[in-house]
């Protein structure tokens, strides 16, 4: 990071609208930025929690301080990185409430895994589907299917607000790491033309602050994402070459810890153009056509 960040309001509850709270976890990283952001939904007798964060004590505290004298109605998680789900069983433990959203993943653990590694111990007790919901006194949740950072990743808007929380989708901060072998370029390009047909009014991303123009930062994103990929096409046509020269290049001047992870969204990019046939491999090597 560039800058050191201004003191946060870790362990606290803000309102940021009436029926939103934010509480922020302590984990922050280059990967978390200033840690898992944590929603409690609803301002009635019964709330829902949005991704519970990290298994911390001080994390769990705060957001039962936040639910109060409210229940805890559902558990959703958007995808199940290590920052995000691993509070959920231990929430359900201490409250009862149901663990309900994104589907559980099963993959290896070996293989290098720049992005926050997957929660092995997350058991949801109802999986929703695209345009699903769950409801409490006063929100609605619709599921919105948005695989491509993790194939498992929802989305859930609140009915009725344009709220739409965002996970690790679409975040202010940052692109997401897209890291094969689960996640998948083509599926997030679509999953990004998904949002940028809604008419949402605001973004809460589980990391950074909230997006007011969700739309123009989709478009952005979307472009994005194609002029790093006509990058590749670029800097192929001059040599083949190994995912490593080619970041070495495109990550000029990117905080070097974050590398590895950009590693693994132009291996997302390359994997999703052998696909369309652009291009190939021969070893470590990639070049433009079929290898
Ligand atoms: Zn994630």
């Given at each position: 990071m560039d800058a050191p960040?201004?003191?946060?309001?870790?362990?606290?509850?803000?309102?940021?609208e009436p029926l939103v709270r934010r509480v922020l976890a302590r984990n922050p990283s280059p990967f978390t930025y200033t840690g898992t952001q944590t929603y409690v939904v609803g301002a009635g007798e019964a709330v829902a929690v949005i991704d519970p964060g990290p298994d911390e004590p001080e994390h769990i505290d705060a957001i039962?301080?936040?639910?109060?004298?409210?229940?805890?109605?559902?558990?959703?998680?958007?995808?199940?990185?290590?920052d995000h789900s691993p509070a959920a069983g231990p929430l359900a433990a201490r409250t009862g409430a149901p663990v309900i959203g994104c589907a559980y993943?099963?993959?290896?653990?070996?293989g290098p895994r720049a992005d926050a590694p997957f929660d092995a111990t997350y058991r949801p007790d109802r999986v929703l589907a695209d345009g699903e919901t769950i409801a409490g006194p006063d929100w609605t949740l619709v599921a919105v299917a948005t695989p491509g950072h993790t194939s498992n990743h929802l989305c859930y808007a609140l009915a009725g607000t344009g709220a739409l929380f965002t996970g690790d989708h679409v975040m202010g901060w940052s692109t997401s790491v897209i890291a094969p072998p689960d996640g998948d370029m083509a599926d997030y390009m679509a999953s990004l033309e998904k949002l940028y047909a809604r008419e949402d009014r605001v973004y809460y991303p589980a990391h950074g602050p909230a997006v007011d123009k969700p739309r123009q930062l989709v478009r952005g994103m979307i472009g994005h994402r194609r002029s790093r990929e006509n990058q590749i096409l670029k800097l192929l046509a001059e040599t083949p070459q190994p995912i490593s020269a080619l970041v070495q290049r495109m990550y000029k001047g990117v905080d070097e810890r974050l590398w590895p992870a950009a590693g693994r969204s132009v291996l997302a990019h390359l994997i999703d153009l052998e696909r369309r046939g652009r291009v190939g491999r021969d070893g470590d090597d990639w070049s433009l056509g079929d290898g």
């Amino acid at each position: 990071m560039d800058a050191p960040f201004p003191p946060m309001p870790y362990a606290e509850a803000e309102r940021l609208e009436p029926l939103v709270r934010r509480v922020l976890a302590r984990n922050p990283s280059p990967f978390t930025y200033t840690g898992t952001q944590t929603y409690v939904v609803g301002a009635g007798e019964a709330v829902a929690v949005i991704d519970p964060g990290p298994d911390e004590p001080e994390h769990i505290d705060a957001i039962l301080d936040a639910v109060g004298d409210a229940r805890i109605s559902a558990i959703v998680c958007t995808h199940t990185h290590r920052d995000h789900s691993p509070a959920a069983g231990p929430l359900a433990a201490r409250t009862g409430a149901p663990v309900i959203g994104c589907a559980y993943l099963s993959l290896d653990d070996d293989g290098p895994r720049a992005d926050a590694p997957f929660d092995a111990t997350y058991r949801p007790d109802r999986v929703l589907a695209d345009g699903e919901t769950i409801a409490g006194p006063d929100w609605t949740l619709v599921a919105v299917a948005t695989p491509g950072h993790t194939s498992n990743h929802l989305c859930y808007a609140l009915a009725g607000t344009g709220a739409l929380f965002t996970g690790d989708h679409v975040m202010g901060w940052s692109t997401s790491v897209i890291a094969p072998p689960d996640g998948d370029m083509a599926d997030y390009m679509a999953s990004l033309e998904k949002l940028y047909a809604r008419e949402d009014r605001v973004y809460y991303p589980a990391h950074g602050p909230a997006v007011d123009k969700p739309r123009q930062l989709v478009r952005g994103m979307i472009g994005h994402r194609r002029s790093r990929e006509n990058q590749i096409l670029k800097l192929l046509a001059e040599t083949p070459q190994p995912i490593s020269a080619l970041v070495q290049r495109m990550y000029k001047g990117v905080d070097e810890r974050l590398w590895p992870a950009a590693g693994r969204s132009v291996l997302a990019h390359l994997i999703d153009l052998e696909r369309r046939g652009r291009v190939g491999r021969d070893g470590d090597d990639w070049s433009l056509g079929d290898g």
